[in-house]
């Protein structure tokens, strides 16, 4: 870094571990399966793969999940704001071989993502420099990956651009 730089615009970006999700997740992989098999995709970022209805937040199984996810973001947002966190919408995804995920955001405040199932070499998250005119300039940062772990849940403003790599292994990665 020159001695004169300073980061101005940096983005936060949060990341946890929800070890306490372990053996739930095993639960929830079969789950997103079979709704896989009864559910017809819905048609948002995913280029194949497939995408559950936006409201899997309402079903039973993710109940204790849903806390999880909201003890998360009061942590997060307790130094934005004193409203509390709720879920506007939930969806899970699967992708398989050479399915991704396009340049997307989200609605809302918050926007995250949660690793089910995650086959080696399955696609990284990308997040996008939020600084849109410096494309046009050779002074910029590219697009900052993060390696996807099962059980671990990436959070980011919604406003942030960001999209999947395509997997590019034989097994699905599943995320919600």
Known sequence: MHYNQHNLFETPIWGFVLADQDLQTV???DYIISLSEKEKSES???MGGWQSRDNIHTDAIFQEFNLSILGACTSILRDYTD???????MWANINTIGDYNAHHLHEG???GVFYCKVP???????LSDP???AYQSVVKH???????ERLALIVFPSWLEHYVQ???????RISI
Do not use: A
């Open 83 to 89: 409203r509390e966190p709720y879920i506007q919408s």
């Open 109 to 111: 405040q918050l926007s």
């Open 44 to 46: 948002k970022s995913n």
């Open 131 to 133: 600084k849109v005119r």
């Open 120 to 126: 080696e070499d399955s696609g990284k998250l990308l």
């Open 166 to 172: 395509p997997n590019k292994s034989q097994d699905p």
């Open 27 to 29: 639960d929830y992989t």
């Open 142 to 148: 590219r697009d900052f990956p993060i390696n996807p």
